[in-house]
């Protein structure tokens, strides 16, 4: 590739959110410096305070989020395709990208929205939670942009280490201390595993660009194929594929469900994005070899995600080993390798947001009192008290699940259809069991807010935020159950050909 | 008179083995992060040591791709070390130790 213009205007979204970042963090120095001037302020006069400085901070980062996305969709509506980068190409904005860049976007702005009421009732306002949160999405848009191994791994950690801190923001809980501990200790060295594979990969082929990576991979060689085991493992990591799901479970337990949630949609498409991106641009002959090594790893990850789900007791633990079947059901997609299994991949990513950020939401809405209700009995006879509430999470189970007439389903059965056009019989048919197997423990919370009497009685209240996500979200998993391939309100939009689009990247 | 790349490549390659075993067998917060340094340093003087093989394009021209990733992760670990001792000190606030064997609330 030639060394294409210097266009600073094509990072655009990357500025206004790591903008967005440094003022939510001045207006908060601003604002309570104002609210808290003068020694006799009572407690609950502070409170409420930090409450409506926390709205004006959430308000900040929405609008920061929405303009970097409008940013990225509106530079690839003009035909913005370029590559940017100090004489080679580092970052490249392309279709993909702009899905991706969108993509991450709506999770942080839903996962903004959530917060809004849930870190006051857990009493932990403070304003470094939205600046970190827009960091890390800076992160993140890095991330599916790159196009080259100093890129990528500047994108991880921009990613990952607000992340570290968000999981442990809940300071005083012991808990949330431990999933930070856990996720910084894991992640830095799986991330120190991912560099010294980059470095292998640099060493045998000369280049730290994935289409030079590609031309210097020819030959192969062992110093070659350990860097790319040790590259793929590090990205495993990130999107919490079996083996390297281990941190999975207790950080989705301990850390701040608003974080939770985030990182569950944002991460997952960032990561899985730019290991799609890799595998095709640097890796484009070692189809077979590497399609084998994918599919174990989907297959493992789809039977020991199921599996362990089963025997929790705990949502958010529960959850989390749903994350790690649904990271091993879009590995599938990644084992077959074709561009129909990318699109299908990207418009699972797409379905999945709506389905994790409306489950957790559901969660959040629970918490109060200074603590989370997330253990299965707090759900018990939820349906007589909150009936709204009980049946939109029984809609984000369903879907979760795959069940016909939720846009869970569309997503799966487009990726099975991939699979199977590509061969990958073995794998769809693991698929299929496992996701059966799942229908047992997502249909044991319906059953326990159905059926059971409601034990404690929390007085609490969905705030206006929550519902409009979790409408939001409600709407969007009904909607592209019917009207995936459709357009029925002359929008001039097909949410697949979006996907398909995005999935043809190459050329 | 230079030093062989299998040398440097060798060297890199011990380091690295000696961060992880550190990491994943050491109990103490402190000695563990030491062994994550140990690692990013053992992967920059990987590509410290591979830009010697890779010092010219097909032109001849002059390449720093291996220093200048290099460079960039320094300034990564810095940061990476920050946050990692941040945590810590909130964990030491909340309980007196720094074994990572005490942090066993989550499990299963």
């Not at chain 2, 010219?56 to 720093?64: D, M, P």
Request: hydrophobic share 60%; with cysteine; proline share 3%.
């Amino acid at each position: 590739m030639e060394a294409e213009a210097f266009d600073v205007a094509a990072l655009a979204p990357l500025g206004f959110v790591a903008i967005g970042a440094l003022v939510t963090l001045m207006l908060e120095v601003v604002l309570s410096r104002r609210a808290f001037v003068g020694e006799g302020v009572d407690p609950e006069t502070r409170l409420v305070a930090r409450a409506r400085i926390g709205i004006v901070l959430a308000f900040a980062s929405s609008a920061a989020i929405v303009l970097a996305m409008y940013a990225a969709i509106y530079q690839f509506e003009l035909g913005f395709e370029t590559a940017f980068g100090p004489g080679r190409p580092m970052l490249q904005l392309d279709a993909l990208s702009t899905f991706a860049t969108a993509l991450i976007g709506l999770g942080a702005l839903l996962s903004v929205w959530l917060s809004i009421t849930y870190l006051p009732a857990l009493r932990i306002n403070h304003g470094e939670y939205y600046a970190l949160l827009l960091l890390s999405t800076a992160g993140m848009f890095v991330l599916v942009s790159a196009v080259d191994l100093i890129s990528l791994y500047l994108g991880l950690e921009l990613t990952s280490l607000p992340i570290y801190a968000l999981a442990g923001f809940n300071r005083r809980r012991l808990r949330s201390n431990e999933a930070a501990l856990k996720y910084f200790l894991m992640g830095a060295v799986a991330s120190a595993v991912l560099l010294y594979g980059m470095a292998l990969l640099y060493g045998a082929t000369g280049h730290t660009d994935f289409t030079g990576i590609s031309q210097g991979f020819a030959g192969g060689g062992g110093l070659a194929l350990s860097g790319l085991a040790l590259v793929i493992a590090g990205l495993a990591f990130k999107v919490s594929v079996v083996p390297f799901h281990q941190w999975t479970p207790d950080v989705y337990e301990g850390a701040p469900t608003s974080v939770t949630a985030f990182m569950a949609v944002t991460v997952k498409t960032a990561g899985f994005v730019v290991l799609m991106r890799f595998l095709v641009l640097a890796l484009p002959e070692m189809g077979e070899k590497v399609s084998v090594l994918l599919g174990v790893l989907a297959g493992l990850s789809m039977l020991i995600g199921n599996l362990m789900a089963v025997v929790q007791d705990n949502v958010k633990r529960m959850l989390a080993y749903s994350a790690v079947a649904h990271a091993g059901y879009l590995m599938v997609g990644f084992a077959a390798g074709t561009p129909e299994a990318w699109t299908a991949v990207l418009f699972y990513l797409f379905v999945y947001l709506f389905m994790t950020v409306g489950v957790f939401c559901v969660v959040i809405a629970l918490a109060q009192g200074g603590r989370e209700w997330d253990s299965i009995e707090d759900f018990a006879g939820l349906a007589s008290q909150r009936p709204a509430l009980a049946a939109v999470m029984t809609l984000f189970l369903l879907s979760l699940a795959g069940i016909p007439g939720t846009a869970g389903f569309m997503a799966k059965f487009y990726l099975v259809v991939a699979a199977v056009d590509a061969g990958q019989i073995a794998l769809v048919l693991i698929l299929v069991g496992t996701s059966m197997v799942s229908f047992f423990y997502y249909l044991r919370l319906p059953v326990v807010m159905y059926m059971q009497k409601r034990r404690q009685d929390p007085d609490a209240e969905t705030s206006s935020s929550e519902i409009v996500v979790l409408a939001l979200c409600a709407a969007a998993i009904l909607y592209f159950a019917f009207f995936a391939q459709a357009d029925p309100f002359g929008t001039g939009v097909r949410a697949l050909d979006v996907a398909g689009r995005a999935a043809d990247f190459l050329h | 008179m230079s030093i062989p790349i299998e040398h440097v490549i060798s060297l890199s390659a011990l380091l690295f083995v000696i961060g992880v075993v550190g990491a994943l067998t050491r109990r103490n917060l402190i000695v563990i992060l030491m062994s994550i340094e140990l690692m990013l340093n053992a992967a920059n003087l990987a590509l410290v040591g591979f830009n010697r093989v890779w010092s010219v394009t097909a032109e001849g021209a002059a390449r720093y791709d291996g220093q200048v990733f290099a460079l960039m992760v320094i300034a990564v670990a810095a940061a990476e070390v920050a946050v990692g001792l941040g945590i810590l000190l909130s964990l030491i606030r909340n309980r007196d130790s720094l074994n990572v064997d005490d942090a066993s609330l989550l499990r299963w």
